[in-house]
Structures are given as structure tokens and as C-alpha cells.
């Protein structure tokens, strides 16, 4: 089958034995290390891509996607509920009434934010009721004060289901000092355990009881709270609903809360990648190391090409071809194993836990007990397209100084 001459001699090249054992040395290196950049960058991608799933499932799924609130409390919440449901993007819209206190118990003191929910309605919108480890979320019955405290607030206080502790929260007044501390014994119900920070700084009460507190009538709430099918919509639909609504109501949405988070994550997932294609350029440009020393060794042959009558576009693609050929090899085999590390990553941290019986994650320390990985295809594409390309801009300098070699002084010394 014909080829053309730059490629045939190019993949000849790169199979043939070299005199010189350095230069076939330098080159499987150059190879290892692009095949391993490659394989480092996916499988790091890839944790972090589940580390953002992770947060965002266990945090977004607590805190609303939306809230739809009146200016002052709402006496009826279901007019804008239904306002809420008539947008497709909207799955779910339930009461909720907020408000921040201090925790008290036994000397100890602690912020909280407390939620107001109608524990019939919350799963919902919420995925706590998963995650209760002590208690019930039905148990939160109106009147009774009930609280559901998270792992960490409660390993904090030392409490368990059927302790009492003091809730204290900000009651504006006519007293010099315009604010005066209103205290409510609240009775631990349950204990929930999302693995976030929230678990250290939510409290769950009867949407009832908040407005108790409140000094509210009896049934008012605060607003709405929204489940939506494409969470990063939130600030769009938030805004439609409130527009038809009217000026009685505003709209928040999780960026305002929970947004940097999320951001701060994201650009910590692109600065690590930029890192990690350092270490794919330093592997990408040893090709150039290799071809420079491959020309040298070549000479000769080069210049015999040229008497031939190969021109130097056609010396040049050999030494393109060459390079190209340990790229995409070495690309080929980091994108495999990578994507074969990234989706049994967690599997391999188990069997060096068990193997070490020492435990990398633990639910004590981090908010997760594993590690997570999420292997996305487009990650995938684009780090082995960065791979080939770094690899064959390092064939062209070699190349061209190969292009520029004159046969006679080449064979001067032949």
C-alpha cells in the first residue's frame, strides 16, 4: 500500500533500534511522562469533579434553591406557591420562615441559623429526612418547640434526642439599647448528618413555632422556598416569578449564600488543571530533546535523503511524523489508564485502607468518609487534545533544523 515518504520513514524511525541506546532511552521517557501527565490530569479532574458533586448534593440539597418571600410576612403562602408551580422549571414549593439566634447550653454558646419547615412538606425540597441519625423529622410538632440539631452543633453541646437547651434570638425594642434577647427552650427532637458544614450551623423547627417566636399571627410564614429541575437557573426563574408576583414580594436564591463556595471550587478545579498541564508540556517539549539528539544521530541518512532528491518539506515531515507518533502513543496510553484510575479510584482507596488498616478519610475529620471521583468525558477530550497538540508543536524546531541540514557538510566527514 503506498504512503507517503515522510510517514513511511517516520514510523520507521520510530521502530528501528538506534545505534545510540541514550536516544531510545530519552525517547520511552519522553513517552512515560506524557503518557503519565496525561493519566495524573484526568484522575485528579476527576476527584475534583466529585468532590463538587458531592458538596453540591449534600449543601444544595439542604439549603432552597429559591425563596420567594414577602417584604412583610406572608398571612397566606399557597397564591404564591402556586405562582411558583406555574413555572415548568419549578418542581416543589414549600413555607418556610428563617431566623438567627444563639445556641445556649450548660455555658456554652454557639450562632445558629434556625429554619422554620413544615416537616409534611420538607422532603420535598430537602433531602435532611434522609439523613437523620437520631430522631425523626416528625417529631416537630407545633407547639412543642421541637429542634432537629446537626451532628456537629450536637457533638459540640453534647446532646442527644430529649435534652433541653436555650435558644436565644434578637427581638427589636423600645429599650435604649433598640435590641433585647428573647429566649425559647427548645427540646432536641432529632440529629441530622449531611456531611457539610451545615451540619454545624442549621437547626430545624416547626414553621409554626418560628412564627411563634416571630410574634407572628398564627399561619404566617416568611415565604416560599423552591426546588428547581436546573439548580443554576435559580437567579433567572427566581426573578420571572417574583415580576409576576408584584413589588410585595423578592426573590434569593443559593448563589447569594452558598455562591462563593461553589466559585471559589471552581477556580480551584481550573488552577490545579493549569498546574497539572505544566507537567504535560515538560514531558511534551522532552520530545524535543529527543528529536534534536535523533537529527544529530541522522545526519548522515538526512543528507542522503537529500541527494536523493527529498526535498526539505519531506525531512521536515519525517521528524513531524516521529514526534507526532510518540505523542499520540503516549497520549493514547495515559487517556486509557487514566479514565481506567479515575472510575475506580474509590475502589483503590478502599483496598489500600484495608490493606494499610488505616483509614484516609474519616467521617470524624472530613465530610466525606470516601473519595469520590466523577469521570467527565469532555475533561477527558480536552486534556488528550492539549497532549497532542504541546506534542507536536515540540516536533517543529527539531523538524526544521533537520529541513536545513546541507548534504555536503553532513558527508563531509561520512
Known sequence: MFRPLSIFIGTRYTRAKRRNHFISFISMTSMIGLGLGVLAMIVVLSVMNGFQREMSTRILGMVPHAVIQGVKPLDDWKPAADAALQNP????????TEMDGMLSYKGSMQPIQISG?????EG??????DHIVQGRLNDLKPGEFGVVLGEITARRFRVNVGDRLTLIVPELSSAPGGITPRMQRLNVVGIFKVGAELDGSLGLIHVADAAQMQRWQ???VQGVRLKLKDLYDA????SQIVAGLGSAYKADDWTHTQGSLFS????EKTMIGLLLLMIIAVAAFNIIATLIMVVNDKGADIAILRTLGATPRQIMGIFVVQGSVIGVFGTLVGGILGVVAALNVSTLVGWVERLSGQHIFTSDVYFI????SELQWPDVAL???AGLVLSFLATIYPAWRASQIQPAHALRYE
Not at 419547615?117 to 412538606?121: H, K, N
Not at 471559589?264 to 477556580?267: D, E, F, L, N, Q
Open 124 to 129: 420535598q425540597v430537602s433531602i435532611v429526612a
Open 264 to 267: 471559589a471550587m471552581k477556580m
Open 383 to 385: 486534556i488528550c487534545a
Open 235 to 238: 437567579p433567572q426563574v427566581a
Open 89 to 96: 422549571e419549578v418542581l416543589a414549593a414549600v413555607p418556610f
Open 218 to 220: 398564627p399561619g404566617q
Open 117 to 121: 419547615i413544615d416537616p409534611a412538606r
Open 369 to 372: 468518609s470516601n473519595l469520590p
